[in-house]
């Protein structure tokens, strides 16, 4: 399946790979519709093409999300791919469940996207064909590793959403994917101070995930691969096998 050429919107449009995702889209000739926090960041995006255009937008305002849609909706026409990637990462200390630190991850990554699920769900069912709604989990949201707490039960908690709104909105000709990426760099892989396998260009995995999307109709579009199977294959270990692998991740005391 080729998908030709319409309107996506990215959400994390700004920068990484949902700047890379932008611009790969719009030389492939869709008009794109960019939004994050950072006005400027969305600025320098759109200057490098005229089929990007950006639209500031927090996450985290629930009021200002349902204006968003429309506002997106109504200038384009439609919306017929909806990227969302917005994630803050926050390393989570050993043992330490802070509600302050949990809650800023979960009301980003995870209800960031729930308060749009709504509103671009009305809007792809009013438009003909429906649409495609791809959230950018990770690779990280397998299973639950130490030192990252809080930003894998954010992307766990995406996955399970996903595979239920998978099935939910297929009627409704609402293709629901889930993007599971390993490593690549980003402003948010540069606070990493710990070694990060089969590291990727920040531009070679935005064509995996473009090609993924486009070229595909998985549910699941995991890369690189040679990182995404073994991450697969932990997550069907038996407890006792996974967890004797997931304690030597431990500091020695
Ligand atoms: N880098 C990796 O190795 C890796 C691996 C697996 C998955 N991922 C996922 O890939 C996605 C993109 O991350 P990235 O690595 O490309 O890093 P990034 O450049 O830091 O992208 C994160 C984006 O989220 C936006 N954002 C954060 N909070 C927001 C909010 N409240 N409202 C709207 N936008 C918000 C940021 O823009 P503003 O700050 O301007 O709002 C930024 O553009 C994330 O979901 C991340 O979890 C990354």
Do not use: C
């Not at 990007?52 to 629930?62: A, E, M, N, R």
């Not at 399970?160 to 297929?170: A, G, S, V, Y």
């Not at 260009?201 to 486009?214: C, F, N, V, Y």
Request: no cysteine; net charge positive.
């Amino acid at each position: 399946m080729i998908t030709p050429p319409g309107v996506a919107w990215i959400i994390g449009g700004g920068s990484g790979i949902g700047a890379a995702m932008a611009l790969q889209l719009a030389q492939a000739g869709w008009m794109v519709a960019i939004s994050g926090r950072r006005i400027e960041r969305l600025n320098e995006v759109a200057a490098k093409s005229s089929r990007i255009k950006p639209f500031q937008l927090d996450v985290t305002d629930i009021a200002a999300i349902e204006e968003a849609v429309t506002r997106v909706a109504s200038q384009f026409g439609r919306i017929d791919l909806f990227v969302f990637g917005a994630a803050a990462w926050q390393p989570s200390r050993l043992a330490d469940y802070d509600f302050e630190g949990f809650h800023a991850l979960v009301d980003t990554n995870l209800l960031g996207f729930v308060r749009m699920a709504n509103p671009l769900v009305r809007q792809m069912e009013r438009q003909e064909g429906g649409g495609q709604i791809a959230v950018i989990a990770s690779v990280a949201g397998y299973f639950g590793l130490p030192r990252a707490a809080a930003y894998n039960a954010t992307k766990g908690a995406l996955i399970n959403l996903l595979q239920t709104m998978r099935t939910e909105l297929k009627p409704k000709r609402i293709r629901v994917r889930m993007l599971a990426p390993g490593f690549f760099k980003s402003e948010l892989t540069a606070k990493n101070d710990f070694p990060m396998p089969f590291l990727m260009e920040t531009d070679a995995a935005a064509k995996r995930a473009i090609d993924g999307l486009l070229r595909s109709e998985r549910f699941e579009i995991a890369f690189p691969r040679r990182l995404a199977w073994p991450m697969k294959l932990l997550r069907m270990l038996p407890y006792p096998v996974f967890f004797s692998i997931t304690d030597k991740m431990m500091p020695k005391p």
